[in-house]
């Protein structure tokens, strides 16, 4: 998609279906860690060193991703260095590079930054969140120092090997300053040159799952005298384009209300929010957090304030100004983005990635526009049940 929103700007992503969830149990770690091992060592005849050098003076990034459920490439550049981009694209698809040397460097390196990690309570902290979210699912621990001597290197390089070596069922995307004839040539030479094959490949369901049941945990460290506390709720999800956007919206109306009530009001918290996600793959289900900072005493009192907020939106939705304030909010924000080429780029992929059509970029704005409050009800009734809820808190030791 040729734009002119940005100057000499271009940006592309690549995206294939498949992942680490082609690797067997056995393999996973070694899988999962495949991208750092090749990045490390640079790409083609030139090592990481060597490719920066190389680079240097030139506006451009790309890097190469493998992700639980797909693989693919990201990057950018300008009109001068396209020719240079698509010759990366190429060599990190055909001529991934590996060197045993830069990979004890790398293990090193990460053995160094582990050892602080360990050491930092929020780090921790984090961690407990990672594998408590994911019911201490194999595929979902939390990087450690045992961890990385599983890796394989020559199995990793292979598994990297085998997400690239088939651009078949990869789709490309650029969006940016260019026109079509200018790209044309590149395209038919770096990317219609690349190996190919008909074998489609697809992702596998190994039951990365979030948690299920009610659960309460507790991390005792440090000695600031501040509590983190996240309430998280999982279930369920009917994922479509007016579900999505919904939900947004209600992340956006509650974390107004509690930065009034909870932060403003009762000066109880040094920070609160609200965040969520959707999946649709391998199952249709969303994760809603509501996490804050605060004097540990205060804790039960905020909470207590926080899950009469979460009725008054189950009953009748905070109110048709709130829903008003944050329709027109999420109206313009869309509109300042429709604009800009992360946009498009992001809005094309996804659309692919969830298999709906493209048109649903011309309806968001009327969804956003015909919201009711009948509908945040109806979803937040649906989002806030403490069927999967989880407490988790870290205070001092």
Same mark, same amino acid.
């Given at each position: ?8 700007? *271009? ?41 920066? /050098? ?9 890097? +190469? ?13 300008? *009109?001068?260095?396209? +020719?240079?981009?698509?010759?990366? *694209? ?130 005792? %460290? ?30 956006? %109306? ?41 004097? +540990? ?84 009734? /649906? ?6 809820? %989880? ?7």
């Amino acid at each position: 998609k040729p734009t002119d929103f940005k100057k000499n700007s *271009i940006k592309f992503s690549a995206q294939s279906p498949g992942g680490t969830s082609l690797a067997s149990d056995e393999l996973f770690v070694s899988a999962d860690k495949a991208i750092d091992v090749v990045t490390y060592s640079g790409v083609g005849s030139f090592n990481a060193i060597e490719l920066n /050098k190389k680079l240097s003076g030139k506006n451009l990034s790309i890097a +190469p991703n493998i992700s639980s459920l797909s693989e693919g490439m990201s990057g950018s550049s300008t *009109i001068e260095d396209l +020719p240079t981009l698509f010759e990366l *694209i190429y060599l990190y698809f055909t001529a991934p590079r590996f060197d045993e040397d830069d990979f004890e460097n790398y293990k090193n390196s990460e053995r160094e930054m582990l050892l602080d990690r360990q050491l930092d309570p929020e780090e921790v902290f984090s961690d407990l969140y990672i594998s408590k979210s994911y019911d201490n699912h194999y595929r979902v621990r939390p990087w450690t120092s045992e961890l990385i001597e599983e890796i394989d290197y020559e199995r990793a390089f292979q598994f990297y090997k085998e997400r690239f070596d088939n651009a078949g069922d990869f789709i490309f995307y650029f969006v940016g300053s260019f026109d079509l004839e200018t790209v044309k040539p590149l395209v038919e030479t770096y990317l219609g040159g690349l190996p190919s094959t008909f074998k489609r490949e697809n992702w596998k369901d190994r039951d990365v799952d979030y948690f299920r049941g009610i659960h309460t945990h507790t991390l005792r %460290m440090g000695l600031e005298p501040k509590s983190t506390t996240y309430l998280i709720y999982t279930g369920p999800f009917a994922y479509n384009i007016r579900n999505r956007l919904n939900f947004y919206a209600i992340e956006k %109306m509650l974390n107004i209300r509690l930065n009034e009530t909870v932060r403003e009001k009762i000066g109880g918290v040094y920070s609160i929010g609200t965040y969520g996600w959707k999946d649709k793959y391998p199952n249709q289900s969303y994760v809603f957090i509501i996490s804050f900072n605060s004097d +540990p005493e205060r804790q039960e009192e905020i909470i207590e304030v926080i899950e009469q907020e979460i009725e008054n939106l189950k009953e009748n939705g905070l109110g048709q100004s709130y829903l008003d304030k944050v329709n027109q909010q999420m109206l313009q924000e869309y509109q300042e983005k429709y604009k800009t080429n992360n946009f498009w780029l992001s809005t094309f992929q996804f659309y692919d990635w969830i298999k709906e059509p493209y048109s649903n970029i011309y309806r968001v704005e009327q969804l956003h526009q015909q919201r009711t409050l009948k509908e945040i009800v109806n979803l937040a009734r /649906k989002t806030f049940i403490k069927r999967n809820y %989880m407490f988790l808190t870290h205070l001092p030791e």
